[in-house]
C-alpha cells in the first residue's frame, strides 16, 4: 500500500516517520502499521505477565485502544521503548486486576534484589505482600502515590503527571526515591 503518490510503502517507513505521519495526519491506518510491528513483542509480554493466552490476546487489543487517542499528545522519541514500556505496565495492571497477583514480580523489580535480599522459601507470599504493603504505608506520601501509580497501576510518568499536577522531574525522582526507601525497609525487616 502507497501512502500517496509517489512515496514508499509503509514497510519502508522507519518507526519514527510512521509517527510523524500519525501524528500530522491522524490516519490511524499509518499507526495501525507501526503498532502491528511490534505485536509480537507486545504479545509475548503480556503473555509473560499474564500467563494465558487469551488474556494476553486481550491486552494487545486494549493497549492498541487504549494508546491510540493518546499517542498524539505525548513526545515520543524512540517508539520501541516507549511502546514496550506501555505494554509492560498495562500487563501488570491486567495482572492485578485478573486477580494475579503481580506482586511477587513486583517486589524484585521496585527494589531491585540486592544481594542481601533472599527470601526464605516460596511459600510466603503473604508475608510478602504484608511486608511490602506495610514497608509502602512507610513511605512519604508523594513517593508512594508515585510508586502505587507507576508499577501498581501502570501508569506511565506522563500519566502520573497529568494526575497529579507534579513536574516530570519531580515524578521520576519520586520514584526512584521511593525504590530506594522501599529496598531499605524490606532489607531490615528481611534481617530481623
Not at 522507519?14 to 511490534?38: C, I, M, P, W
Not at 540486592?114 to 513511605?139: F, Y
Request: hydrophobic share 35%; net charge neutral.
Amino acid at each position: 500500500i502507497f501512502i500517496e503518490r509517489g512515496m514508499k510503502p509503509h514497510d519502508k517507513y522507519t518507526d519514527e516517520e510512521l509517527l510523524a505521519r500519525y501524528k500530522q495526519t491522524g490516519n490511524s491506518e499509518h499507526f495501525g502499521v507501526l503498532y502491528n510491528r511490534y505485536i509480537p513483542l507486545i504479545y509475548g509480554l503480556c503473555l509473560k505477565y499474564l500467563r494465558n493466552i487469551t488474556l494476553a490476546e486481550d491486552a494487545v487489543m486494549d493497549i492498541f485502544e487504549d494508546i491510540l487517542p493518546k499517542v498524539q499528545r505525548y513526545d515520543i522519541r524512540e517508539f520501541r521503548t516507549w511502546i514496550y514500556t506501555v505494554a509492560r505496565h498495562h500487563a501488570l495492571a491486567a495482572a492485578a486486576d485478573s486477580k494475579q497477583t503481580a506482586t511477587m514480580e513486583l517486589i524484585p523489580e521496585i527494589v531491585q534484589s540486592s544481594p542481601t535480599m533472599v527470601w526464605a522459601d516460596d511459600d510466603d507470599t503473604a508475608d510478602r505482600e504484608q511486608m511490602l504493603k506495610e514497608c509502602m504505608r512507610q513511605l512519604p506520601d508523594v513517593q508512594r502515590v508515585a510508586i502505587q501509580k507507576f508499577y501498581f497501576e501502570g501508569k506511565s510518568y506522563a500519566d502520573i503527571v497529568d494526575e497529579t499536577g507534579l513536574h516530570l522531574k519531580s515524578v521520576k525522582s519520586y520514584i526512584q526515591n521511593g525504590k530506594r526507601n522501599l529496598r531499605i525497609c524490606i532489607e531490615k525487616r528481611l534481617k530481623r
